[in-house]
C-alpha cells in the first residue's frame, strides 16, 4: 500500500468547486507538516497549501489565498484540499507530501519531504 495517496481530482468548470483527499497509511499523519504541491509539465513543482504538525496552522500561497482551504481529520488521517473559486490557471496535477519538519509549511517548499503521493489530475475548462 502506498504511503499517500491523493483523490478527488476531476474535470470542473471554471468558478467551481473540488476537495482534494490525502489519505495516508502505516503512519500517524498527524505527526508530520503536510503540503499541497502543484506541477505542470516540464516545471517545479510550486508550493500551495501546507498544514503544520503543531497548531494545524495552515499557509497558503498567495495565488490560492482566499479561495482554498487546508484541513485535517486525524481520526481518517487525513488531510483535505478544499478548492473553490477554480480558475483555468489551477490547472495541474496536484500532489500532497509528508515533511519532516515544519519548514516545509514556513516556505512552502520540498524541504524534509519524506513521503509524496502519486498526483492527482485538476483541470479547470469550460
Known amino acids: 500500500q502506498l504511503p499517500l495517496v491523493e483523490s478527488g481530482g476531476g474535470l470542473v468548470q471554471p468558478g467551481g468547486s473540488l476537495r482534494l483527499s490525502c489519505v495516508a497509511s502505516?503512519?500517524?499523519?498527524?505527526?508530520?507538516?503536510v503540503g499541497w504541491f502543484r506541477q505542470a509539465p516540464g516545471k517545479d513543482p510550486e508550493g500551495i497549501s501546507c498544514?503544520?504538525?503543531?497548531?494545524?496552522?495552515?499557509y497558503y500561497d498567495d495565488s490560492v489565498k482566499g479561495r482554498f482551504t487546508i484541513s485535517r481529520d486525524n481520526a481518517k488521517n487525513t488531510v483535505y484540499l478544499q478548492m473553490n473559486s477554480l480558475k483555468p490557471e489551477d490547472t495541474d496535477v496536484y500532489y500532497c507530501?509528508?515533511?519532516?519538519?515544519?519548514?516545509?509549511?514556513?516556505?512552502?517548499?520540498?524541504?524534509?519531504?519524506?513521503?509524496w503521493g502519486k498526483g492527482a489530475q485538476v483541470t479547470v475548462s469550460s
Open positions: 507530501a509528508a515533511g519532516r519538519s515544519n519548514a516545509m509549511c514556513n516556505g512552502l517548499r520540498e524541504i524534509d519531504t519524506i513521503f
Open positions: 502505516g503512519f500517524a499523519l498527524d505527526r508530520y507538516a
Open positions: 498544514i503544520d504538525s503543531v497548531d494545524g496552522d495552515p
